[in-house]
């Protein structure tokens, strides 16, 4: 009998949940943010993951910025100039008189 703690998978109800370390990985403000070897429990039977919280406390410190930074460069989506919508009527199809 192994000496860890271990309870019920809370996905599955039948497997138990096992201290390991896995890849925490997932898309924060549109950037993919990746920890390998991130401390978690996970379930021997679907593979149902809980991340430990005090690692989770860790990667929140590490993405959170404040949004006044300068330091990071958005792009501004390409949009079309003014008066050269498809919706202005210089710009629409010629019509056919029936």
Same mark, same amino acid.
């Given at each position: 009998?192994?000496?860890?703690?271990?309870?019920?998978?809370?996905?599955?109800?039948?497997? $138990?949940?096992?201290?390991?370390?896995?890849?925490?990985?997932?898309?924060?403000?549109?950037?993919? #943010?990746?920890? !390998?070897?991130? @401390?978690?429990?996970?379930?021997?039977?679907?593979?149902?993951?809980?991340?430990?919280?005090?690692?989770? $406390?860790?990667?929140?410190?590490?993405?959170?910025?404040?949004?006044?930074?300068?330091?990071?460069? #958005?792009?501004? !989506?390409?949009? @079309?100039?003014?008066?050269?919508?498809?919706?202005?009527?210089?710009?629409?199809?010629?019509?056919?008189?029936?």
């Amino acid at each position: 009998m192994a000496s860890e703690f271990t309870y019920y998978c809370p996905r599955c109800q039948i497997g $138990r949940l096992h201290q390991e370390t896995a890849t925490y990985l997932r898309l924060y403000r549109g950037l993919l #943010v990746a920890a !390998p070897d991130t @401390p978690a429990h996970v379930c021997d039977v679907c593979g149902y993951q809980e991340f430990d919280q005090s690692a989770m $406390r860790d990667i929140l410190m590490l993405t959170s910025f404040d949004d006044d930074d300068d330091d990071i460069e #958005v792009e501004e !989506p390409a949009r @079309p100039k003014s008066g050269t919508t498809v919706d202005s009527p210089e710009n629409a199809p010629p019509r056919k008189n029936l």
